[in-house]
């Protein structure tokens, strides 16, 4: 079964140390890949995503994410963490075989402290 | 400029007093979904639509109903909510089915039934 974990649910940095946040996903074909951002009181916004290619993806806000296949992991990465990037994380995944099933799988998000 | 646009944003009912979230979007996108968003459940997909008049159950459909008779508009219908339906809900956008694309998402709407 498709599955995707983010092993925390509250990631603490300081401002302007480089920041994680892990993604680890389950499934049965190739993976397609997501991150999304969520900001107090707004809707997800789309930050990056891995659909083929290089494994490396740079998205927006100057965060990227590593694709490394044989630990089925997806992280999230910023060089430089700013007090502005506090929010909730989600990663999302969907499996090339889903058949008719096209729907994105979830992880349960992982907030981000940013402390200045 | 392109965008979700959920109303109300904020919503209290009483059980049992049919409601509808309204939903549209400017981006001539296929594919629309719901979703609601509990505390430590996550995202769970309510219902999804592939195009006009196709529509499907997600993961927790019982309760809600939607229609998409234009490709723009996709509102959520509770008829007789409940207490258990108390929560915060997002309507999502995309090119295509949403395989390789992002989805956009409505600014959400915060439902309290009492």
């Known amino acids: 079964a498709q599955s995707v974990a983010q092993p925390e649910d509250q990631v603490n940095v300081a401002e302007g140390n480089p920041l994680t946040v892990k993604c680890t996903y389950s499934?049965?074909?190739?993976?397609?890949l997501f991150w999304y951002v969520q900001y107090p009181n707004r809707g997800l916004q789309f930050l990056l995503k891995y659909i083929t290619g290089d494994n490396l993806v740079k998205g927006s806000y100057g965060f990227e994410a590593e694709f490394n296949k044989s630990q089925t992991s997806f992280h999230l990465k910023k060089p430089s963490a700013l007090v502005s990037d506090s929010a909730l994380y989600f990663c999302?995944?969907?499996?090339?075989?889903?058949?008719?099933?096209?729907?994105?799988?979830w992880g349960l998000g992982t907030s981000l402290a940013v402390n200045p | 400029e392109a965008q979700v646009t959920q109303n109300p944003r904020y919503l209290i009912t009483v059980t049992g007093k049919k409601l509808t979230v309204t939903c549209s979007q400017n981006m001539n996108h296929e594919y629309m979904s719901w979703y609601r968003q509990d505390p430590g459940l996550g995202l769970r997909q309510i219902y999804y639509s592939m195009n006009v008049e196709v529509t499907d159950k997600g993961d927790v459909p019982e309760g809600y109903k939607v229609s998409r008779k234009e490709k723009r508009n996709f509102p959520l219908i509770l008829e007789s909510p409940s207490p258990n339906q108390t929560s915060l809900y997002f309507c999502a956008s995309s090119r295509d089915r949403g395989d390789y694309y992002e989805q956009y998402f409505g600014p959400g709407t915060r439902l309290t039934v009492t």
């Open positions: 499934v049965s074909g190739n993976p397609y």
């Open positions: 999302a995944v969907r499996d090339s075989n889903a058949g008719n099933n096209r729907k994105l799988i």
